[in-house]
């Protein structure tokens, strides 16, 4: 990997679980440590209710997609399918992301 020793980066990472791989192998770089910063997104909790990417060390934020308000979403369209309740063509639910800072993640 090329590294410009005098820039720094800001990796958007597809997912959380994605976010925790990639840190663990900035940890492992010295070199990279103060230089990489790393940005979440799916607002992915874990089981104490914290944001999984709160234990990144190099994570500046997450975008939380609000995955469960999706989940909910989804089992109502399809209920509602199955009931026969949607006329005419296909519901849509829009669940708005929302920007976590690192202050809210500490």
């Known amino acids: ?15 959380d679980r994605l976010l925790a791989d990639i840190d663990r192998g900035v940890t492992a770089n010295p070199a990279l440590i103060g230089r990489v910063s790393l940005v979440g997104y799916d ?6 209710g914290s944001y999984l990417v709160r234990s990144a060390r ?4 997450t975008i939380d997609t609000q995955p469960r308000l999706q989940g ?3 089992g109502r369209v399809l209920l509602e399918e199955y009931r026969n309740e949607v006329a005419g063509g296909l519901s849509r639910v829009l669940v708005e992301p929302r920007s976590v800072t690192s202050r809210e993640l500490d």
């Open 72 to 74: 909910e979403a989804a």
């Open 1 to 15: 990997m090329f590294i410009n020793r005098a820039s720094s980066l800001v990796v958007f990472c597809g997912d």
């Open 43 to 48: 607002g992915a909790l874990g089981p104490d």
């Open 58 to 61: 190099h994570c500046i934020g």
